[in-house]
């Protein structure tokens, strides 16, 4: 092939292409921004670095067991004093018995402080609850002896605590006190009062007839002779059981 035929093309010369410094040096610190803003991250995470040295228990409490409270908010909320959410551990509290209400706040450096306000058992409910003076019912064994024990269907808690707290205002002053209220699934009343008397009241005008009660109680204490029951479910009047002598006597212990 002859040589005239070869076209030789031109070079074309090829352009540099160069990085403003300035870029160069915002990628490498922003580089750098993120790898120390990640460990930065890490480190504030670090329980061993800043722990919760301390948790502060505040207000009036006398039921809640703080030792065995701050081993489990611990356990279930290991992390460093950053880490820790203050609603995870608000959440976990109010889980427990006896606590009504709480508010928790952190503290720099290191301590958590949690406040809280302790339920305030009014009654025992169905024998293995406890009601606060809301009518609201909550797991908190042992209870004061002292304590009213109610019974009722379940959700008529504020109904009979309701019902409990107007006989009680009515027998003040009488010298009588009630130490066991049941209402029956139909929504009957019946009380046992400390002397061990069973009140008898029925659904309809119940506070009515607790004041018949009281206004012939004296009579009938007059004839000095135990009384077991009295029925009050009448227009008008009432029943008395008379306690008989054999269930007066205790009997003997060998």
């Known amino acids: 092939m002859s040589k005239a035929l070869i076209k030789t093309e031109p070079e074309v010369p090829r352009e540099k292409v160069s990085v403003p410094v300035g870029l160069t040096v ?9 790898f120390a803003g990640l460990s930065a991250n890490e480190w504030l995470k670090d329980e061993q670095k800043l ?9 009036d409490i006398k039921q809640v067991d703080k030792p065995a409270l701050e081993a489990l908010i611990r356990k279930e909320n ?6 820790i959410d203050v609603n995870d551990v608000h959440d976990l509290v109010e889980t427990q018995a006896w606590v009504y209400k709480a508010s928790i706040r952190k503290r720099w450096p290191s301590k958590l402080y949690i406040h809280i306000v302790e339920q305030e058992a ?3 409910w169905n024998s293995d609850l406890l009601l606060n003076k809301y009518g609201d019912s909550f797991a908190g064994l042992p209870y004061e002896r002292t304590l009213p024990v109610l019974f009722g269907p379940n959700g008529s808690e504020k109904t009979a605590l309701v019902g409990y707290n107007h006989m009680r205002s009515l027998l003040f002053g009488t010298g009588q006190n009630i130490s066991e209220l049941v209402l029956s699934e139909r929504f009957a009343w019946k009380l046992r009062l400390k002397n061990n008397i069973v009140l008898n009241l029925g659904r309809q005008e119940y506070i ?11 009579l009938l204490k007059e004839k000095n002779k135990p009384i077991d029951y009295i029925d009050l479910r009448y227009d008008t009047g009432l029943a ?15």
């Open 240 to 254: 008395v059981g008379w306690l008989l002598a054999q269930q007066q006597t205790a009997p003997e212990q060998e």
């Open 208 to 218: 009515d007839r607790l004041q018949r009660f009281i206004d012939i109680y004296p």
């Open 78 to 83: 290991a992390g460093s004093f950053f880490a």
């Open 122 to 124: 009014v009654a025992v």
């Open 26 to 34: 915002f990628v490498i610190v922003l580089c750098l921004l993120i």
């Open 51 to 59: 722990p919760v040295q301390d948790v502060v228990f505040t207000g």
